[in-house]
């Protein structure tokens, strides 16, 4: 069964790092376009970034543009978000996505102290 988990969640003040992983299993990670999404309470969800099947094309949203950096390794069907300079609006649950197929992950909460 495809599936994607997250992890790397926490608490962190402004201004401070986190990195994101996002876990693949259940399929051909490699063929797979990949993508972060983030909820923050009482909004929608809402995209973050895209990266490509092998990597060389990375689009980001441009609330989280120059701040956040994706990244997968297919040796290891991971891909990654490192996130710097975090703000309080950058408080959310962040999801990870596959969309070959299309699974979602449970998501991981990032909270960002002012």
């Known amino acids: 069964q495809a599936q994607v988990t997250e992890s790397g969640g926490g608490l962190v003040q402004t201004g401070g790092s986190l990195r994101l992983s996002c876990v693949a299993s259940?399929?051909?990670?490699?063929?797979?376009?990949m993508l972060w999404y983030r909820q923050a309470p009482g909004k929608e969800r809402e995209w973050v970034g895209t990266i490509g099947a092998d990597g060389d094309l990375a689009n980001y949203a441009d609330s989280v543009k120059g701040r956040f950096t994706m990244s997968r390794d297919n040796g290891k069907n991971s891909f990654d978000l490192q996130m710097n300079n975090l703000k309080p609006e950058d408080t959310a649950v962040y999801f990870c996505?596959?969309?070959?197929?299309?699974?979602w992950g449970q998501g991981t909460q990032v909270t960002v102290s002012s």
């Open positions: 259940g399929f051909t990670f490699s063929n797979s376009v």
């Open positions: 996505r596959a969309l070959s197929p299309d699974v």
